[in-house]
């Protein structure tokens, strides 16, 4: 959270028409989205659930050939008015009935058991005829719906259930139902869906695109309701099922299956919203099983491998009519408990060989799997960006998971079995890139270099980061077998709940070591399984070499809305490697014009800085998407990486991520003032004294003025606090005080400030309740002589101010 440290002043000049109205608590907040995906070619309604949406304008959709309107927006009401319930009531009595009339069978069985779980109805003296229908989102296809629908509908707003205690919930209170346009020729694949209100613009939150049929689950689906409710049609294969899981809910979900289909059941949970804040484990923990014709379960999954959504596979019997039941592992649910479940006999990669090639170099890799067109596919290594890439396999419509596998620089070679002693070792010349296999429980992968005093060394594995099960381990031997540095997991950060990186792998398998050789001579390296486990899937990429100096650069949020001429923070995360300990100075790329950067260095040995952003009075075009790029000098050459944008995400009330995202993107609204221009007087960095006092200025055009003003500093150093505001005639003066715990000479890094102020303000008149108009009161002399008074207001962020503490 925040930490904020306050100084009230007397007065303070200001533009008052300038000056930012900062980003709040009021920001729009998409908590899920139902269904979470769409088939190509069709138009799907979609529920968007969270906080503040109200003013809902337009969804955005990354990629192209998908359009979407807003059109509704709902409040979840926890109860109906009694009015509500009886009218409510008696629709869902006349919709059963027209259906029951078709259907003596259903009639006899659902009749009875309707009056049993209905609850008394109470009396109320209100009008009925001044109280409106009940608007809730289950409610929009009333007059279209089947007897299971209206069940549901009674169930969870006029039974039994309707009136239990439900523990609630404000980021998911508000719902606003969009209607998305899929084109034939989209793209398939994750999407990010943001959401647009009058307030800016939401987080993104994951939306997909499919290739095969969908359908949403029907409730009532658990197992008690089918003896009773008719039973709807098996669902025909291949299909995708869209579904949400309540407290309790077990969903049963029914489709033909055919002798001799090998199927592939995988379920997407966590996939589509990697963290949640206020559950355990962190995240909807989906379990599948696969309930045959008979009604014996035949398979179960709660994971595959360390990945918490499961997949079943599973080669058909016979002939019938089998069900999938999913729920959570420990029966939690609610809204945000969204799942997608593909069901056929599509492709699936279950491991890849090697993970990964140099940049230019044609690489066949060989592919297991299920259902795959081929045992072999030919890697991507086109020059481009370094890092990890994605291989797809098709089969018809359907198409296989996304395996990653990494493209770099250096020389590559491949394990040469036996090599499972000092012995045996493998002779690698550095630098190299060595893809091996750990093919069995047990195996020991040993490799030979030669090495000289006081070389140093790096060891690096990828493989749990590229979809392998491996959780290396990783030794550095002498010539004698004797160990120089090992490690076994390895976290690119030390402070304990921030994990960087990939954000939604939380278990860091992979290992890295650096060190320092003693003597010349010859040097093992061994790479082994943590538990001994091994086979075919477990391979790995181990890079062996001296260091390679590098960094990467993360920024979040994600999406930023401002109104024109007006400041925002924005903060970014240095991922150093191999050492790499020095400045890296950051620049706008692609940005609109007029798009302002404050404060964009990141200081020496720091891995993390806040900047700001001073949008222009207009843009073309908003969303607007551009790029913060990071420059450095290592060694002889400049070095440019652009920042990957992420949302510093909480997983189960206590760790942070930085969860990826695909597109940074910016909401600009226009203003009908501009920002004055606001500069610091002097030389930058600001040089603050340590253990003392410094003053700051900065230059502001004087055009109004405010008659209280407090400054804040968002999330400073410990130590560091305002001290005296004063005006002068270039516009603002103030002292950064640094007491004895504030950080030492040599510590760098920007000071984000936001104002708050006091305006005159006039009394609200009063207002006819009756009427609904606005009545003056009588005004005595007494109130002229109160008058007037004043509100406090925010005035938002001023742009960063580098600084740099210096000795006495």
Known sequence: MTACKKLGVAVLLVAVAGLVRAQTSTQPHVGYVFPAGGCQGTTVEVLVGGQFLRGAVEPHVTGEGIEGTVVKYYRLRRNLMPEQRQMLREKVDELREKLLAKDPAAAARLRPRARAQRPAAKKDDTDAASVPFPEHPLLRNLESMNLRQLQHVEDELLGFRSLRKKQPNAQLEEVVLVRLTIAPDAVPGDREFRLQTAQGLSNPICFQIGTLPEACEVEPNDPDSFPILPADPPAKLPIVLNGQVMPGDVDRLPFQAKAGQKLVIQVQARHLIPYLADAVPGWFQATVALINPRGEEVAFADDYRFDPDPVLFYEVPKDGVYELEIRDSIYRGREDFVYRVSIGEQPFVTSLYPLGAKTGQRVVAKVDGCNLPSDHVVLDTRPGDWGVRHVVMGKGKSHSNAVPYVVDSLPEANESEPNDDTNGAQLVLLPRTVNGRIGQPGDVDVYRFRGQRHQEIVAEIQARSLGSPLDSLVRLLDAKGQVIAWNDDYSPRETGFLYTGDGELTHHADSYLRAELPKDGNYYVQVSDTCGHGGDTFAYRLRLGEPQPDFALRMSPSSLSLAGGKTVPLTIHVLRRDGFDGPVELSLKDAPEGMLLAGGRVPAGQNEVRVTLTAPKEVAASPCTFEVEGSAR?????????????????????????????????????????????????????????????????????????????????????????????????????????????????????????????????????????????????????????????????????????????QR
Not at 734 to 750: H, T
Not at 753 to 758: I, L, N, R, T, V
Not at 780 to 799: F, K, Q, S, V
């Open 634 to 806: 290592i060694g002889n050459a400049t070095v440019a990486h652009t920042a990957c944008p992420v949302d510093d995400v909480m997983q189960a009330f206590l760790y942070r991520h930085l969860a990826p995202a695909e597109d940074f993107e910016v909401n600009v609204q226009t203003s009908k003032w501009g920002a004055p221009k606001v500069a610091l007087e002097g030389a930058s960095p600001v040089r603050l004294v340590a253990g003392g006092t410094t003053e700051v200025r900065l230059k502001m055009p004087p055009r109004k003025w405010v008659q209280r003003v407090e400054i804040v500093f968002s999330d400073p150093p410990k130590g560091i606090s305002v001290g005296e505001v004063r005006v002068v005639p270039t516009g603002l003066a103030f002292d950064v005080k640094l007491a004895e715990d504030a950080p030492a000479p040599g510590y760098a890094s920007n000071l984000v400030m936001e104002a708050y102020g006091e305006v005159e303000a006039k009394p609200a008149p009063a207002k006819d309740k009756a009427k609904g108009k606005d009545k003056a009161k009588e005004t005595t002399m007494e109130d002229e002589a109160a008058a007037p008074t004043t509100r406090r207001i925010a005035l938002g962020y001023l742009p960063a101010i580098p600084f740099e503490v210096v």
